[in-house]
């Protein structure tokens, strides 16, 4: 069986941002709810793989530093294109159990401005996704 997985290193530092951070966003607010998980597994296997399981990092300061790594990859060598679709797929997430906590935005911020975003791309980006997600 094929798995499908990204086909390159941007769209794979893309994923590994989404599946990171995404981790560290449902726990931003300090309330996981059942609907953030389950989008979460949704968004990665829509987005980017068939097997969102292997791309859970659950030792901290292994997944800091994937996420660091992917970070300085998006940054140095990617588009506006990859920087968007990761900011919608954590707004997408935020917004999963109906509520987006102030938490849960100032975590997106900074995940975007460390990718070189500034505030008002990401404010744009949300609102379009939370238009299309309702």
């Not at 990859?82 to 900011?87: R, T, Y």
């Not at 707004?91 to 109906?98: E, K, N, S, V, W």
């Not at 460390?114 to 980006?125: D, E, H, K, N, S």
Request: with cysteine; hydrophobic share 45%.
């Amino acid at each position: 069986m094929n798995k499908r997985y990204p086909k390159n290193k941007l769209d794979e530092a893309a994923m590994r941002v989404f599946a990171c951070a995404g981790f560290e966003l449902i726990f931003a607010d300090s309330d996981p709810a059942n609907k953030e998980c389950d989008a979460f597994h949704a968004i990665l296997t829509e987005q980017f793989t068939d097997d969102s399981a292997a791309e859970l990092v659950l030792d901290s300061s292994k997944r800091e530093a994937r996420l660091r790594d992917a970070i300085n990859l998006i940054k140095a060598m990617g588009g506006e294109q990859e920087k968007a679709l990761v900011i919608s797929c954590l707004a997408r997430l935020a917004i999963a159990d109906g509520q987006r906590a102030p938490e849960e935005s100032f975590f997106i911020l900074d995940t975007a401005m460390c990718m070189g975003m500034t505030p008002a791309q990401v404010q744009l980006i949300i609102l379009e996704t939370t238009k299309t997600q309702s």
